[in-house]
């Protein structure tokens, strides 16, 4: 499978463990960790690769994370726009690492299986 894909697949178990209402205010903080597990064992990724699969999945979620960010803005707290970009901005950062860590298991995992 290929990279992108793999990196698409991580997205979007994200965005899906994301948007279920309730749910996400406990899957949220575990949801890119999940979906970087995925990606990371479908591309057995392993050294740089895993943050370039971190990278991608946060590049993917950028412009969804800033929409939700927006919106919660409007509604409810009324932030300047630079607020906006820069908590947009750190969640897309904190999507990638989370994203790369789980990319790091998974890539280890599927490796360690397919050794044995």
Avoid: K
């Amino acid at each position: 499978m290929g990279m992108v894909r793999a990196c698409l697949l991580g997205a979007a178990v994200t965005f899906a463990l994301i948007a279920v209402p309730v749910v996400h205010w406990i899957t949220f903080w575990f949801a890119p960790f999940i979906g970087g597990y995925f990606a990371g064992s479908r591309t057995q990724a392993s050294g740089s690769r895993v943050f370039l699969v971190g990278l991608v999945m946060g590049l993917l979620l950028l412009v969804p994370v800033a929409g939700v960010v927006a919106l919660a803005s409007l509604m409810f707290f009324d932030l300047p726009l630079a607020w906006i970009a820069i908590a947009a901005g750190a969640l897309t950062l904190y999507v990638a690492a989370a994203g790369s860590l789980g990319a790091a298991l998974g890539g280890a995992s599927t490796r360690g299986q397919a050794a044995t």
